[in-house]
């Protein structure tokens, strides 16, 4: 199968909002998608912003050196955007030809990363010019192969969709639970009632400046457990090739909660025995890179993922419980909005937000009894079991589509 220069198959589109018609602007995010812009554009002149249409691809080549990518994307969602000028829009010259989702499927493999990083050696930046971006090349096979590869690349994406949708669905009814034994006081009292509604008893708590029941507690989370640090693994030893060894860092951890194993560190380094993660193990990143602090103090539980060893990266936090049943209460504790405030409101730094053992473990939480903690604890282990499994068919579900991409180098015409 012969290989054709990105330059021969694509053409540049130049087309401007002159006549401001187009108002939905989009940005271009280092993953490789488009997003709404969060730009303030209050007073600028949209008539020069460029017009992206369906099937036209918009890239940055500021960069690609330092970020080690280089973003490109495709537009499917909508119809019609504006992006700002300082994107090249491109689009295929033939489709019968190339298929711009198969060049999209090309432009995700991380060899093209690589390639591209390999180029870009214009100035202190890392820019790729855009002729060296042209003479890269790709094979193109038949449009009917690439059609079948297409397909079979949607056909995961949309597993991994349905599969976070599940996440999410089981994550909110978790959260729903919590929520009406440890925020409402509606846990089953002796006689199976809602507590609070059926008339129990209770005390007015000073610290918290509400009502709590009758027994229950305040404390801090440091008297219940412990964070320990992650270990400082040797930055010569991290790869970007998959290995047998993943480093569970900050990166990992979702806005939304959770794992992310879509964009690992991969480690080829010798194993600290001390710093191996087990299943259902509770951690917490203590750093956020963006100045938003989205993911700081998120908690996650490690899944079961058999064929690979998790290792306990610096600036991720292992909860380490006094008694093992409090680590689903502790989970869902940190996925409240108090918690979240707490975190951020006490973080440290401003382009890297930190939060640490000590910080972590000083927020104060209500204790319930231990006889309420082990029934909950029966009714919500099926639930968050539940979700591990997803997590763990989700990272095999990316290893899959990581294997399709490979794949594309070898593909007969």
């Known amino acids: 199968m012969s290989y054709r220069k990105i330059g021969d198959l694509i053409q540049l589109v130049d087309v401007r909002n002159k006549d401001l018609s187009i108002t939905h602007l989009v940005g ?26 369906k099937n036209q691809f918009a890239c940055s080549t500021m960069q690609v050196r330092r970020d080690k990518k280089m973003p490109v994307a495709l537009l499917k969602q909508l119809d019609v955007a504006i992006i700002s000028q300082a994107y090249p829009v ?18 995700s493999r991380s060899e093209f990363d690589r390639e591209a990083c390999f180029h870009a050696v214009g100035g202190v930046r890392g820019s790729l010019e855009w002729e060296d971006f042209c003479n890269m090349e790709l094979p193109i096979p038949s449009i009917e192969k690439q059609r079948k590869i297409v397909a079979q690349y949607q056909a995961v994406a949309n597993k991994i969709k349905v599969n976070e949708q599940i996440c999410e669905k089981l994550e909110a009814t978790a959260q729903t639970l919590y929520k009406q034994w440890f925020v409402d006081f509606e846990f089953p009292n002796e006689e199976g009632k809602p507590y609070k509604s059926s008339g129990g008893k209770m005390v007015w708590n000073e610290e918290l400046e509400k009502e709590i029941p009758e027994g229950w507690e305040v404390k801090k989370i440091n008297s219940i457990a412990k964070v320990k640090h992650g270990y400082a693994f040797l930055g010569e030893d991290f790869s970007e090739v998959e290995t047998e060894k993943v480093l569970v860092s900050p990166g990992n951890f979702k806005i939304s909660g959770g794992f992310n194993f879509e964009k690992n560190k991969f480690y080829t380094g010798k194993t600290n025995e001390n710093y191996i993660l087990k299943e ?51 989970y869902l504790l940190t996925q409240t909005k108090e918690y979240k405030h707490y975190i951020l409101g006490t973080a440290t730094g401003t382009t890297v937000r930190h939060t640490s053992p000590d910080r972590i473990c000083d927020y104060d939480f209500v204790k319930p009894s231990k006889n309420i903690l082990i029934t909950f604890n029966n009714i919500i282990e099926p639930i968050l079991n539940k979700i591990g499994l997803q997590i763990s068919i989700k990272y095999k579900l990316f290893q899959l589509q990581s294997l399709l991409l490979s794949r594309l180098a070898t593909l007969e015409g």
């Open 280 to 330: 259902k193990d509770l951690v917490v990143n203590m750093t956020d890179l963006s100045k938003a602090g989205d993911t700081l103090g998120n908690t996650a539980f490690i899944p079961n993922i058999s064929f690979k060893i998790l290792l306990h990266n610096q600036r991720v936090g292992l909860f380490c419980f006094n008694e093992n049943f409090y680590n689903y209460y502790v």
């Open 90 to 107: 491109f689009e295929v010259i033939d489709e019968k030809e190339l298929l711009p989702e198969y060049l999209m499927l090309w432009f």
């Open 28 to 53: 271009l995010t280092i993953n490789k998608k488009f997003i709404p812009s969060v730009a303030n554009t209050i007073g600028t002149d949209m008539s020069n912003y460029k017009i992206i249409r």
